[in-house]
């Protein structure tokens, strides 16, 4: 993600339409976990991150963009 779709992102979520809807998903999986008692209540900040986000994937960094790897924005994790 580029730094002017996340700056978009923070006040799309900061404003009273993105409250909103985030409130609403929140019932919903607050519902969900009333009856299903496989759904843990702690994670359902996580569930709602991933659903909007999307799930992490393999070789990349979140919100850097395509193509960076984390060992170009980290480094190499070996120790010598």
């Known amino acids: 993600m580029l ?6 992102t923070v006040r ?3 404003s009273k339409k993105g409250e909103e809807k985030l409130k609403e998903k929140k019932a919903e ?6 009856t299903d008692s496989s759904v843990n209540h702690e994670d359902i900040d996580n569930r709602i991150i991933t659903e909007v986000l ?3 994937r ?3 960094v979140r919100f850097q963009g395509y ?4 060992t ?3 480094g190499s994790s070996s120790q010598q």
């Open 12 to 14: 799309f979520w900061n």
């Open 72 to 74: 170009q924005y980290f």
């Open 3 to 8: 730094r002017y779709q996340w700056e978009d």
């Open 58 to 60: 393999y070789g990349q």
């Open 67 to 70: 193509g960076v790897t984390p």
């Open 29 to 34: 999986y607050e519902a969900v976990a009333s």
């Open 54 to 56: 999307g799930p992490e």
